[in-house]
């Protein structure tokens, strides 16, 4: 038997779009405008990894690893093997912090600063290419939902948080697999 939800759905979901077929949607949609991304970076030489890094340091220089991990929703692991790359490549630098023998800060170097500047401009142009095409009305209505998905999300997340271990345990399903799975060719594409 599955487990019903935790919170049962809106009653203002009713008639009207699938939230589930527009979660596909988004999904492909996500995956589509990764790869374009990937591919506008690839042509400047960066790879989204090393380009989230460089735009962030970008923004703020001087940060730690350990913010700098926080601030992409990464371990700190993930990001040491990173910046240790990136500096041997010569476009950040870590420089030590008075008082704190443990941590660095993260800079970018001059030639890190101009690659972050044209993974950017990159960016911006698939943007603009685009997210840029349609409505401002529909951009900001975009705008809207995304912020309110995030904060039903981070609700969520919250609340998960706060639940004992055990109950965070997904319930085993007695419905076959193929029950959850994404839909077939024919319900549509994005």
Do not use: C
């Not at 142009?125 to 529909?138: C, E, I, N, S, W």
């Amino acid at each position: 038997m599955v487990a019903p939800p935790h919170d049962p759905a809106p009653a203002s979901l009713g008639p009207g779009p699938d939230p589930m077929r527009v979660w596909f949607r988004f999904i492909r949609l996500h995956r589509r405008v990764s790869a374009a991304v990937a591919a506008e970076l690839r042509a400047v030489g960066l790879s989204i990894p090393q380009f989230d890094v460089l735009s962030t340091l970008s923004e703020e220089q001087g940060m730690t690893q350990q913010d700098l991990a926080e601030r992409l929703y990464v371990t700190k692991g993930n990001v040491s093997g990173l910046i240790d790359r990136l500096v041997e490549a010569g476009l950040v630098e870590r420089r030590p912090i008075p008082g704190d023998r443990r941590s660095h800060a993260l800079h970018l170097t001059e030639a890190g600063l101009s690659l972050a500047q044209a993974g950017i401009a990159a960016q911006t142009g698939y943007v603009a290419r685009t997210l840029g095409h349609l409505p401002a009305r529909d951009v900001a209505e975009l705008e809207r939902v995304v912020l309110a998905w995030r904060a039903a999300a981070r609700a969520d997340g919250a609340a998960a948080e706060r639940m004992p271990a055990a109950a965070r345990e997904p319930a085993v399903a007695q419905e076959p697999a193929a029950a959850f799975s994404t839909p077939s060719p024919s319900r549509g594409r994005s």
